[in-house]
């Protein structure tokens, strides 16, 4: 779905990370971690298309992401589910409403009606359909960025730390909800500083770990 071929990058100054490899089948489980400032966020950009590596390749979907016009790159962002670090919503609009952003700004407000109720169900927001973004608390804001990022259907799920600011309870509930989401054949790739996390996950599924340290991404010991 998504590979990383000797990649680089730097934001201007030196590199941030080089020699990154990184191949996401379809239907696999990743973890990211790695400390604060390591480049996490960083490299789930160049994930999905939002940065260009500064040396090195990266396919999306079997595709140069270098060579892709804007146009290419907007076509394999719709197959790609993105939970941003600080899940922003615009405030003066409805929960619904921001959750069908996705598929209003691609043109698809037809899809949405079906979609939105089960998803809000899913995801045990119905109740807050009609309320907006600052009345949520955090586990709510968080559910709700997951739900904004399916509701196109992607094939890859990447969540920079979906359970950032949540309790233990809210995470295992965020945890459940993308666990299903692999178990439906979407590839899952999550950033996170928790360790309990990726634990409670490996006893649901099969997931690997990557670890982001002194500029190399490596496959995380057996501290886990
Ligand atoms: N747009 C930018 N321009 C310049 N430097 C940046 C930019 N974005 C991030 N950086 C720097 O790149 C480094 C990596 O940032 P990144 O956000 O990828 O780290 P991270 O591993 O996700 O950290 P955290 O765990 O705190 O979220 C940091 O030193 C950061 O200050
Ligand atoms: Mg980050």
Redesign the pocket.
């Known amino acids: 779905m998504i590979d990383l071929d000797n990649v680089a990058y730097s934001?201007?100054?030196a590199e941030?990370f080089s020699q990154v490899r990184l191949s996401l089948a379809a239907g696999s489980f990743h973890f990211l971690t790695?400390?604060?400032?390591?480049?996490?966020?960083?490299?789930?950009?160049l994930c999905y298309g939002e940065l260009q590596a500064t040396s090195g390749q990266v396919r999306l979907f079997g595709e140069d992401a270098a060579m892709m016009d804007r146009d290419a790159v907007a076509m394999s962002r719709r197959r790609i589910g993105v939970v941003h670090?600080d899940c922003q919503f615009l405030d003066h609009l409805p929960l619904t409403e921001n959750i069908a952003l996705p598929l209003t700004v691609s043109g698809r407000e037809a899809d949405a009606e079906a979609n939105l109720g089960d998803l809000l169900g899913w995801v045990g927001l119905r109740n807050q359909a009609a309320q907006f973004p600052p009345q949520l608390s955090g586990g709510e804001r968080q559910r709700a960025a997951l739900a904004r990022a399916v509701i196109m259907s992607p094939h890859v799920i990447i969540a920079?730390?979906p359970t950032g600011n949540v309790d233990w309870e809210m995470s295992q509930r965020l945890l459940t909800l993308l666990v299903e989401l692999n178990r439906m054949g979407k590839t899952v790739l999550i950033?996170t500083?928790d360790m309990n996390l990726i634990r409670a996950a490996k006893s649901q599924v099969t997931t690997r770990v990557l670890r982001?340290k002194d500029r190399r991404l490596m496959q995380a010991g057996g501290e886990l």
């Not at 400390?35 to 950009?45: C, H, Q, V």
């Open positions: 934001y201007g100054g941030l790695g400390p604060s400032g390591a480049g996490k966020t960083t490299l789930l950009k670090q920079d730390e950033a500083h982001l």
